[in-house]
């Protein structure tokens, strides 16, 4: 933000020197990005009175003018429209360089001599007005320098405003600031308006429709005004801020929006259908033509402002071709209002517009400063463009702000900053800033003022003390550190052992944000109602990206592939442990859950000398899981067909992982449309989430040693036949109970399909190693229990005995 040394004094006295005040305002906060002279580079230009014109011989739209420099009487030749005999006008003397790098100098010009130049407002920098020469105010003397005849020397400061400050995105609000650093007293403009007997009530009308979009809107009106260029010390005062004079209706409220941080806009009252104003949100597909000559194409995103049968301008960006300003108009309709800055930044950031009015709105404007700066513009519209001013104003504000109060204690204050404050100067400084505070004992209870919409925490408070008593002023301390036994947290304690797991199976671990976007449950194929869709909501969301809590981990692994794919890394094995979010409704806390995800992609192995290379496939991602709860002591682990379709995974390759019969996680195949809704057409991905609060019962607390066997095993092969849908897993577990505790391990080595087998069927070959503590065992006890083991499964599947 540009602001101007001269017009922060009008509201703040300033002793000390345009740097020290640079210095002073970013030790508070507000980052000063330059400091730079204005109206300094023009000091020898000269006042000059046209004592007489006469035409140039040679040149019809040329004249020659004797001027008064004060005392000197020169010939200068000017073109200008607008020359005068009496009148007052800068004059550069020969020898005079102009801020656009011309040297002036002593010439003829057409044969006629001129001992210099008059200038207009654009040849000396002080505004874009090119239409003559300045004319000077009549109590201004031959001779006098311009710059001390009308205090042109100035300072202009950049200034690098945080998104958290939108109360210093106005002169007002900088002064505010220097006010409360320098000890200084905030002085504000007086406002004072001659209303006319008409009712503004009797004249317009405004109906909000959208209350959340638009939780305010005031209107005032001007009758009877007269468009025209504005005075020069406001066209001068908006070039000095980096904004273009347009005219003296436009550059009031351009004015008021610099000085109180208050979007305004002016509407032609008479091009008002109905004479009224409704604010709704657009239609969908609905166009609409912006002050610049664009039409847009709108959605329901967008806040319009309305007259009684169209659209007059889009709510705090722009406004419409249909009702602006223009020469002829003389009843002015002008409108304050608060609109919501998530719409007005969604809104903004679709149509492609930014503007300085949206750049305010995106932040968060004060809210109860919008009738004060809407009386303050019809003051200026009154002095600056006549008419008068119809009486009362339009206040549509249903739900009114409360603010909350925030106990701040000196004690934690002071030890927290390392100062020795008394509750006093603490309540000095944030009253400073406009702050309401009163004692509570020895604390203080403290009601921000509503345009300080980053004061929500007693930490926010200490922050204002810290910047006010300066941060170069606080005396070096060492922290005080209380030191308390280290807890054992079983969670942490998991999480670690979990990430040694996953990192020793090859995965890199990733870090996503908690907060995403509400479209990731779309780009899953979420379907309504699924708990992916309860989301919970950011109250002052970074952006429309980050404004849900997270229901899931498998957006920010989606990302993470996304973004490594692009890059090049194809061969990929990524994982995340993490908390998820689920809303249970407005009256209960969020479900929060701890989860293991992880994605895999590209190849397993790599291709050497002495192996090819495969793909990663579902079983890669189906024993990394094994292997997680193997090395989790997790016991009786199956993994089991999925009729329902989970989002995110292919139906048809996806599995339960279940531990004791309950389910604890998924893991398959990522579904190809999800894959094309993140643009990676083509790409194979694998996917597991565990739910690790629903594991942790199962994970057992201790871990039990055992002797090493004394004793041999005794290996047998077993192949059976058995139907398609059996699992190979339900033969595992029937294996193991009938070995009455003699089965050491079981491992499936085989499955075979066609052959002499029906088209129904398939074998499944496995190892079984038998083991005793107790002796070696005979081949006669060994084949009994095989048998047993046989007619069970016989029994229970169906099954038998393959045939050599």
């Known amino acids: 933000m540009r602001v101007s040394l001269n017009w922060l004094k009008e509201y703040v006295s300033i002793e000390i020197s345009p740097q020290d005040l640079a210095e002073g305002m970013t030790m ?51 073109g200008a429209p607008n020359i005068q005999q009496g009148a007052m006008a800068p004059l550069a003397l020969p020898g005079t360089r102009l801020p656009g790098g011309v040297t002036v100098k002593e010439s003829r010009i057409r044969g006629e001599l001129s001992t210099g130049m008059l200038l207009a407002e654009d040849e000396m920098g002080l505004t874009e007005d090119h239409s003559g020469i300045m004319i000077l105010p009549g109590d201004v003397k031959p001779g006098e320098s311009v710059t001390d005849a009308l205090s042109l020397a100035d300072w202009a400061f950049e200034i690098s405003i945080t998104p958290n400050r939108p109360d210093c995105t106005s002169v007002i609000g900088i002064a505010r ?26 004249l317009a009308g405004v109906n909000v429709e959208d209350p959340e979009g638009c939780p305010r809107y005031a209107a005032g009106m001007i009758t009877g005004v007269k468009i025209g260029p504005s005075p020069f010390w406001m066209r001068y005062r908006l070039h000095v801020s980096g ?14 929006l610099l000085e109180f941080g208050q979007p305004l806009h002016a509407f032609d009252y008479d091009r008002l259908k109905e004479n009224r104003i409704v604010v709704r949100r657009a239609a969908e597909g609905e166009t609409f033509t912006t002050l610049d000559g664009k039409t847009h194409t709108l959605s329901r995103d967008n806040l319009m402002i309305c007259d009684g049968e169209r659209s007059v301008a889009v709510a705090g960006i722009m406004g419409g071709l249909n009702s602006e300003i223009f020469e002829e108009s003389t009843n002015v309709l002008i409108e304050s209002a608060y609109f919501d800055p998530i719409t007005i930044r969604r809104g ?101 003022p509503a345009l300080r919409v980053d004061i929500a925490r007693e930490v926010d408070l200490m922050e204002e003390v810290a910047r006010l008593v300066g941060y170069d002023h606080i005396p070096v301390t060492s922290p005080l550190v209380r030191t308390t036994g280290e807890k054992d947290d079983p969670i942490v304690r998991l ?80 994982f995340e442990w993490g908390k998820v979010f689920v809303s249970r409704g ?160 079981v491992m499936l080595y085989d499955l075979f399909r066609g052959g002499k087998l029906g088209a129904g069927e398939k074998a499944l070959a496995f190892r079984i190693s038998y083991r005793s503590r107790e002796g070696t065992l005979d081949g006669k006890e060994v084949n009994r229990i095989h048998e047993r083991i046989v007619q069970s499964i016989s029994r229970e599947t169906g099954g038998r005995l393959r045939e050599r």
């Not at 871990?703 to 090493?708: I, S, Y």
Request: glycine share 8%; net charge negative.
């Open 348 to 448: 903004s950031k679709k149509l492609g517009i930014s503007t300085e009015a949206s750049y305010r709105f995106e932040r968060g404007i004060d809210i109860e400063g919008v009738v004060i700066a809407l009386q303050r513009a019809l003051m200026l519209m009154q002095d600056l463009a006549g008419g008068k001013v119809v009486k009362g104003l339009i206040d549509r504000y249903p739900t009114p702000v409360k603010r909350p109060e925030i106990l701040l204690r000196v004690d934690k204050t002071n030890q927290f900053l390392g100062t020795s404050l008394s509750s006093e100067a603490m309540a000095g400084f944030l009253q400073s800033l406009e702050m309401q505070v009163r004692s509570a004992g020895s604390d203080l209870v403290v009601t921000p």
């Open 243 to 256: 904004l273009r004079s347009i005219n003296n209706v436009v550059d009031v409220t351009n004015f008021v």
């Open 495 to 574: 999480s670690d052992l979990v990430r040694e797991i996953m990192a020793g199976c090859g995965f890199t671990e990733v870090i996503s944000y908690s907060f995403i976007s509400p479209d990731s449950a779309d780009v899953l194929g979420a379907v309504e109602g699924s708990p992916l869709r309860s989301f919970v909501r950011m109250l002052n969301p970074l952006s429309q990206d980050q404004s849900v809590m997270r229901t899931s981990l498998l957006p920010g692994l989606f990302a993470a592939l996304k973004n490594n794919l692009f890059h090049g890394e194809k061969d990929l094995r990524l």
């Open 586 to 745: 407005p009256d209960e806390l969020p479900l929060e859950r701890h989860v293991l995800s992880g994605i895999m992609a590209g190849l397993s192995n790599q291709m050497e000398w002495f192996s090819q290379e495969r793909d990663t496939d579902f079983f890669d991602a189906k024993g990394a899981v094994e292997v997680l709860l193997k090395a989790l002591k997790v016991g009786s682990a199956r993994f089991e067909n999925i009729k329902e379709r989970v989002p995110g995974y292919d139906a048809r390759s996806c599995a339960a992982v279940s531990v004791s019969g309950a389910m604890v996680g998924v893991v398959g195949s990522a579904d190809a449309e999800v894959m094309a809704r993140l643009e990676l057409q083509g790409e194979k991905g694998f996917l597991f989430e565990i739910d690790m609060d629903s594991l942790r019962p199962h994970i057992p607390s201790a871990v039990k040693f055992e002797p090493l066997a004394r004793f041999p095993a005794v290996f047998r092969d077993l192949s059976i036949v058995v139907g398609v849908s059996v699992e190979s897993a339900g033969i595992s577990e029937i294996i193991v109970r009938e070995g009455k505790g003699l089965v050491e391990s």
């Open 177 to 202: 600031e220097i006010a409360a650093f320098t000890g200084g007293k905030l002085k504000r403009p007086q406002i004072r308006i001659h209303e006319q007997d008409r009712l503004i009530s009797d």
């Open 28 to 78: 508070a906060g507000l980052e000063v990005e330059a400091l730079e002279p204005v109206g300094h580079s023009i000091e020898d230009i000269v006042a000059a009175r046209i004592l007489s014109i006469k035409t140039h011989p040679k040149a019809d739209r040329l004249h020659i003018c004797e001027v008064d420099a004060g005392g000197r009487m020169l010939p200068v030749v000017c």
